[in-house]
Each structure stands twice: as C-alpha cells, then as structure tokens.
C-alpha cells in the first residue's frame, strides 16, 4: 500500500509540474530566421503577437522605416512594420497549443491559418499553413523575455 501511494504522489507532482498555463505564451520571441523579435500578450482573452525588433529597421534604398509594401491590402504598404501585428486571434487549446490564429508573412504578405505548440518553457512551434495543417511550415521560436509572473 505504500508503494502504490508513494507511484501515485510521484505521478501527481509530475503532472503538475509539466502542466501548461495558457498565459505561458507570454514574452518576446525571435523567429528561427533571426530578422525580429515579436512580443507576445494577452488582449481580451486572446494571444496577439507584434514586431518590436528588426534586424534591418530601416529600408536601405530610403533610410526610412521599413514599411509592409508587400501587403495585398494597398492601404496597409506605409504601415511600418515594427509594431505591426503579425500574429492574431490565438485561443488557448489546453497542453501547450494556441490555435484558431494567423500568422502574417510580411515577406510576401500572406496570412496563414496558424497553430501554436510549446515545445518546452524556451520554444515554439508556430506552424502556419492553408488550409489543412499538413500543408504546412513549421519554424521553430525561442524565448527572449520570460513573462511578468
């Protein structure tokens, strides 16, 4: 009897030791190309992502800002884009996953149905894809900032 107790103590704190929190996603974090950083916050009980950091901020032809120009929306092109937000409307699934988001590519101005998986305290999985989540990219982000506890 007091083996099966102790297995059981063991197994509960393991569990809620690893047990994600939906606030997790907190922070800033870079991208696996390196170009930016993007701060991560909760607004109305959804998870939103900006730019905060560019690698390049400023365009290297004009010395200004540099600007979404590959945004299909033509109004958009000035928008500068750090402090642009590029991922949008993440609804906590429980176990370390945000889903029902986008994620904007201001690469080539594509927004992706997303998915979001914490692989550990430090990394994310953002996968973003059409349509079926099989077709897809996967890129891995690493933390920058811990979240305010």
Known sequence: MKNTFFL???FLFSFIGNAQDADDIVGVWEPGHGKA????????????GKIVWLKEAKDPATGEPKVDKNNPDESMRNVPLRGYRILKDFVYQGDGVWE???IYDPENGTTYSCVITMKDENELDIRGYVGVKTFGR??????LILKKK
């Open 8 to 10: 059981l103590a063991i």
């Open 138 to 143: 996967t890129d891995t982000w690493r933390r």
């Open 37 to 48: 950083k993007v701060k991560i916050d909760k607004i109305d009980g959804k998870y939103y």
């Open 100 to 102: 029902e988001g986008t």
